[in-house]
């Protein structure tokens, strides 16, 4: 069994930034891609930005500019560095990762999310 545990969110004015950070544990060969998810109130859950295991990264058009995904593989650990953070940013956050087992098998797993608000 994974676990991923997101950290970071808080509350931040207009134009500020967080740093969210999201650290895999338990049993597992190897991590592959990993990726931050949003979901405000009353919306979907839509993607923020993804990071390979190589280190490719994409990311919305939405935070194009303003949001940096990083990953540290020795630490299991996937960060989002949050910058000029605009009202709309406010969302639940979610670290999601896909994992392989030693028989290559993959598995999706996710955290519980943590909240970001961003006041005006």
């Known amino acids: 069994q994974v676990q991923l545990v997101e950290s970071g969110g808080g509350l931040v004015q207009a134009g500020g930034s967080l740093r969210l950070s999201c650290a895999a544990s338990?049993?597992?060969?190897?991590?592959?891609?990993m990726g931050w998810y949003r979901q405000a109130p009353g919306k979907q859950r839509e993607l923020v930005a993804t990071?390979?295991?190589?280190?490719?990264?994409n990311y919305a058009d939405s935070v194009k500019g303003r949001f940096i995904i990083s990953r540290d593989n020795a630490k299991r650990t996937m960060y989002l560095q949050m910058n000029s953070l605009k009202p709309e940013d406010t969302a639940v956050y979610y670290c999601?990762?896909?994992?392989?087992?030693?028989?290559?098998?993959?598995?999706?797993?996710w955290g519980q999310g943590t909240q970001v608000t961003v006041s005006s």
């Open positions: 338990g049993s597992m060969f190897k991590i592959n891609d």
């Open positions: 999601n990762a896909e994992v392989s087992d030693v028989l290559r098998m993959t598995y999706d797993y």
């Open positions: 990071i390979s295991s190589g280190g490719s990264t």
